[in-house]
T-cell receptor, first 122, second 106 residues
Framework: EVQLLESGGGLVQPGGSLSLSCAVPGFSLNNYAMTWVRQAPGKGLEWVSTIGTADNTYYADSVRGRFTISRDKSKSTLYLHLNSLRADDTAVYYCVKGRGGRNPDSRIFDSWGQGTLATVSS | IQLTQSPSSLSASVGDRVTITCRASQDISTSLAWYQQKPGKAPKLLIYAASTLQSGVPSRFSGSGSGTDFTLTISSLQPEDFATYYC?????????FGGGTKVEIK
């Protein structure tokens, strides 16, 4: 069974930074695109960022220039670095695995972590 | 690409046939997936490529459509199906989700 284990959420002040991690012990990051999806309290799902198998990256307009997605294949860990945080970044952040490494499978989300809550508030 | 789901919520009884629609703001061929989310849980993939059932998902779930209009159907609603359902387009970045449809018990 695929496991995605997020950590790093917490309370941060507006303008602050946070780093989220997602450990994926059961499979190789070489073979799958990985994505972060967030969900504000009581709201719907919002795609945040995707990193492809060639380390190509994509961002939502709302986070581009503030968030950075990366991964360490040797540690089987995905990261999301969040800078210049705003109140509307408050959400549960899900680490998500694509079905594969190539389109369209890379954009189909077949395994999700349990989520980690990031709260931006003074 | 904007995705509009309807209805935003519905009430139904066990055994009912339920249909949820998702309309895309432009042609996305069959580049659409459906997810189910229960309260406090992560979403779960149900259908991709508009009509392909994900492994392990019960056959009472089905998807159809292409272009701009898509449908998720639950043929006979079961107690465990009460949840919120989201469509997602995977045709272009930025990837987008519909606003969700909450299926409640009548």
């Amino acid at each position: 069974e695929v496991q995605l284990l997020e950590s790093g959420g917490g309370l941060v002040q507006p303008g602050g930074s946070l780093s989220l991690s997602c450990a994926v012990p059961g499979f190789s990051l070489n073979n799958y695109a990985m994505t972060w999806v967030r969900q504000a309290p009581g709201k719907g799902l919002e795609w945040v960022s995707t990193i492809g198998t060639a380390d190509n990256t994509y961002y939502a307009d709302s986070v581009r220039g503030r968030f950075t997605i990366s991964r360490d294949k040797s540690k089987s860990t995905l990261y999301l670095h969040l800078n210049s945080l705003r109140a509307d970044d408050t959400a549960v952040y899900y680490c998500v695995k694509g079905r594969g490494g190539r389109n369209p499978d890379s954009r189909i989300f077949d395994s999700w972590g349990q989520g980690t809550l990031a709260t931006v508030s003074s | 690409i904007q995705l509009t789901q309807s209805p935003s919520s519905l009430s139904a009884s066990v055994g009912d046939r339920v249909t949820i629609t998702c309309r895309a703001s432009q042609d996305i061929s069959t580049s659409l997936a459906w997810y189910q989310q229960k309260p406090g849980k992560a979403p779960k993939l149900l259908i991709y490529a508009a009509s392909t059932l994900q492994s392990g998902v019960p056959s009472r779930f089905s998807g159809s459509g292409s272009g701009t209009d898509f449908t998720l159907t639950i043929s006979s609603l079961q107690p465990e199906d009460f949840a919120t359902y989201y469509c997602q387009q995977l045709n272009n970045f930025p990837l987008t989700f519909g606003g969700g449809t909450k299926v409640e018990i009548k």
